[in-house]
């Protein structure tokens, strides 16, 4: 195995078989199954053999009603902010069933998009994408918004449409308020903890079947503790590679006693396969 920092020669063993860093390697996945798609195929693809323990599952939100007051004036909002695809998706489906005119209303907001993979739900829908914040965090979305207005002197009047999960981090709006913009951040979306069989789920870590898990989310690491039935994974995961999305991610999983964990510098599943990747083969050549 060729050191994880020559990224040519890593690059030439991803495709080589034989070489493939993650062989005989098993990765447990978080996400929900209809989003691990590109997850799964690439550790597939570096040789993983992935166990799907989805810990979160999308839903629609309790209540309509504040979304749809907010949609039958929706071209009085300045900006419209996606702070995920998933907040995306459950927006455009409530907006094409109950808005005359459908997505023909985003016409006149500037649509910003937090991360390219939610630029991409809106464009794969046919929604064009003004704003793309390149750091899929609030404090990324807030930086381009107030770059793509001129200064934060700009904000001031300005009307912002967030359409979010039920538990989201107040940063945005807050920040945003802050500056004198007027801000309604509406419930898209709530995400609940699926059933799931904790204690088979922990035996496989405790027996050392994993080498790795993924979090995605804060809600991936809260709900996997509930799951298993643990305030402190320290000891469950004392042994498994844990590779977060970003430092959101992260920092949920030090509230769990997690505090050494893999994260990529870009928030991407494509980027978090390949940090995996990498720090297993680094493990290899350390102990080599």
Sequence with gaps: ???????????????????RPLNGRTIMVTRPRGQASEITRLLEELGAEVIHCP???????????????????????????????NGAR????????????????????VLCAMG????????DAGIRVDVIARDSKAEGAFSAI??????????RGLRFLIPRARVARDYLPDELKRLGAQVEAVEVYQTVKPDADGRAIARLFEEGRIDAI????????????????????????????VACIGPVTAATAAEYGIRKVVQPDVYTAAALVETIARSISSDVNSSD
């Design 146 to 155: 107030v770059e793509h207005v001129g200064g934060e002197d700009k904000i």
């Design 1 to 19: 195995m060729s050191d994880p920092t020559d990224k040519k020669a890593f690059e030439a063993e991803l495709k080589d078989p034989a070489t």
């Design 116 to 123: 390219h993979a939610t630029a991409a739900t809106l464009k």
């Design 55 to 85: 810990t979160i599952e999308f839903i629609e939100p309790s209540d309509w009603s504040p979304l749809d007051a907010a949609l039958d004036r929706i071209e009085s909002y300045d900006w419209i902010v996606f702070t995920s695809s």
């Design 90 to 109: 459950f927006f455009l489906r409530r907006l094409i069933e109950q808005a005359v005119g459908g997505v023909s209303l985003l016409a006149a907001p």
């Design 214 to 241: 993924t979090f995605t989310s804060s809600s991936t690491v809260s709900n996997f503790a509930a799951i298993v039935e643990s305030k402190d994974l320290s000891g469950l995961l004392r042994n498994t590679l």
